[in-house]
């Protein structure tokens, strides 16, 4: 059974920085492209970004490198860090895992880690 566990979400302060962690189990970590999404209050999941399989330490900014997603394959762990947080940044993460083996998707996800912005 796969299972997906993020951690490291709560209060942060505008201007402030957090990282979210996510361990995995129950399958080959190393094979998968993993990510980040977000669900914003009163909108649809949407993703930050991802990083993909084949790489044991490898990392990707994205949204003009305010986040910095990377993967430890050694420790199953896929990280989102989070500079210069802003309000607008409020939401339930989620991490995920997918890959395709001839025609089958395998797709998982995390049940998702809160970040309240707040002054």
């Known amino acids: 059974q796969v299972q997906l566990v993020e951690s490291g979400g709560g209060l942060v302060l505008p201007g402030g920085s957090l990282r979210l962690s996510c361990v995995a189990s129950?399958?080959?970590?190393?094979?998968?492209?993993t990510g980040w999404y977000r669900q914003r209050p009163g909108g649809q999941r949407e993703s930050i970004g991802s990083v993909p399989s084949g790489h044991s330490r490898n990392s990707v900014d994205v949204l003009n490198g305010r986040f910095t997603i990377s993967r430890d394959n050694d420790k199953n762990t896929v990280y989102l860090q989070i500079h210069n947080v802003r309000p607008d940044d409020e939401a339930v993460y989620y991490c995920n895992l997918w890959n395709r083996i001839g025609d089958q998707l395998n797709d998982y996800w995390g049940q998702g880690t809160q970040v309240t912005v707040t002054s």
């Open positions: 129950g399958t080959d970590f190393r094979t998968y492209t």
